[in-house]
């Protein structure tokens, strides 16, 4: 008797306890996650950071003002966040994600594949730029592919400009 109820409380250790229970099921894979929100497919619960880059206020194209020129002064960058590629290894998909660390003027963030297919989420309302928070884009199916992420401002009085991390590899 004492031989059963060690098998039977050895079993339901198993069920209840071994990591396979303890997965989170996510609601999409492979090319079905192409647009979708990482959270709300739960792609993001095993989600690593393969790349960053820190983003610069207006694409690192602002300047001092110290003559009569737009461009006459020294450049300066500010830092105004920091854009990651995320990628989940359960859904085989990437996304980008930006950590704001003060209002910026971005207004679009991103990922692209190698054939330049890119997925794309407005992420401002206004020109003014949006408070400091995380943002996240659509997802993108990458398997065996190059990916980048990227963010654009647009403004009516600075045009646009670009600003993304590295290319990386996925597996």
Request: glycine share 8%.
């Amino acid at each position: 008797m004492k031989i059963v109820s060690m098998v039977i409380a050895g079993v339901i250790s198993t069920i209840f306890f071994s990591p396979h229970a303890q997965a989170v099921a996510t609601s999409c894979y492979g090319d079905y996650c192409t647009g979708k929100d990482p959270h709300v497919t739960k792609c993001d619960t095993d989600a690593t950071t393969i790349e960053s880059s820190n983003i610069y206020l207006n694409g690192g194209r602002v300047y001092e003002q110290s003559g009569s020129g737009p461009r006459s002064g020294r450049r300066i960058e500010i830092k105004v966040g920091v854009l990651e590629i995320r990628h989940s290894s359960s859904c085989h998909a990437v996304w980008a994600r930006l950590n704001t660390l003060q209002k910026t003027d971005i207004n679009y963030i991103g990922v692209m594949n190698s054939t330049r297919f890119k997925v794309e989420k407005k992420i401002s309302g206004n020109w003014a730029g949006s408070p400091a928070r995380i943002f996240y884009s659509p997802m993108l199916y990458a398997r065996h592919d190059n990916v980048i992420a990227h963010a654009l401002s647009w403004s009516l009085l600075k045009g646009s400009s670009y600003d993304g991390t590295y290319w990386a590899d996925v597996e």
